[in-house]
């Protein structure tokens, strides 16, 4: 059965924030390749993958159930970021909106009683703790290295093995 048209929009604008979401990260993987850190250039282009991966998963969810998807423009992301920290924390900040535009989705689905909606929803529900708590992690371990060059590197040595974003 399809969704209401209300829920429909709520959709592709999820959709729309997933893409923004990969095209962010990929201008945080040019910061780090400008930087000479290219594990964490890494890190951050397999996010972008897993972020169009999730767009994916929504927009083929929203042609499953007989809707229309309808893309948005995506505006230009921030790329005036000082340190790897600042990346880092621009990221938890932006997964932070992603984690509030879900819960919101979710709330829209149980008012509708859009049923169908609930399986998608809690993925994506579970999948951001993940995301907040990796990013978070990685936050506070690049705090931690400071001004140490070679901390770091060691780091950027270790972001360098993520092979795949899954999802
Ligand atoms: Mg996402």
């Keep these: 059965m399809a969704m209401s048209a209300d829920l429909q929009d709520a959709y592709n604008d999820q959709i729309t924030l997933e893409f923004a979401s990969s095209y962010a990260y990929l201008q945080m993987a040019a910061f780090f390749e400008d930087a000479n850190l290219p ?24 042609l499953d159930r007989g809707n ?73 371990q690049i705090a931690m290295a400071g001004d140490n060059g070679a901390a770091l590197l060691l780091l950027d040595r270790e972001l360098g093995t993520r092979v795949s974003g899954g999802e």
């Design 39 to 62: 594990g964490f250039a890494n890190w951050m282009r397999q996010q972008a993958e897993e972020e169009r991966a999730h767009a994916m998963k929504f927009f083929d969810f929203v």
């Design 68 to 140: 229309q998807v309808e893309l948005r423009s995506i505006s230009a992301p921030s790329a005036d970021y000082t340190s790897p920290l600042s990346v880092f924390e621009a990221s938890l900040a932006h997964e932070q909106k992603v984690t509030a535009s879900i819960h919101d989705l979710y709330s829209r689905a149980t008012d509708a009683k859009d049923y169908e909606s609930l399986p998608l929803l809690h993925w994506f529900i579970d999948e951001q703790v993940e995301e907040e708590a990796t990013v978070g992690e990685l936050i506070e």
